[in-house]
């Protein structure tokens, strides 16, 4: 047995379809007629089951939003994270956000460089 907690602090929101990710960011309509954050103002988006015990930057600061496409990671831009659950018996974390700015495709292309720099989580490698 150990003692002590495991919290993780993330700067990033990073989401599967199962965990929240929104199926209205589709990437391929998103390289036709590019999203803004205008398009979903006013809407709260939920995500939930994250492994392990995270916290965010808390309003007015900023997430980073990115989309996970089998280990593939794809940038769509900054998130306001306004409520975190944590559930310490199944060790996950679930909560609640707003989309405050969405990348343009070629933003996204350039993020993943900016930001990252893992090739294998690349989604455009």
């Not at 995500?47 to 593939?72: A, D, L, M, T």
């Amino acid at each position: 047995m150990y003692m002590g907690s495991f919290i993780e602090v993330n700067d990033t929101l990073q989401l599967t379809k199962e965990q929240g990710f929104p199926a209205e960011l589709d990437f391929e309509k998103h390289k036709r007629h590019p999203f803004t954050a205008k398009d979903f103002e006013g809407k709260i988006f939920l995500f939930k089951n994250k492994p392990g015990i995270r916290i965010y930057h808390s309003p007015p600061v900023r997430n980073i939003f990115v989309e996970n496409r089998n280990g593939k990671w794809l940038y769509w831009g900054l998130i306001l994270i306004t409520e975190v659950t944590l559930n310490y018996e199944k060790k996950t974390t679930s909560g609640k956000y707003k989309i405050i700015y969405i990348n343009t495709p070629e933003e996204m292309k350039m993020a993943h460089q900016l930001i990252d720099r893992r090739n294998e989580t690349n989604y455009f490698t």
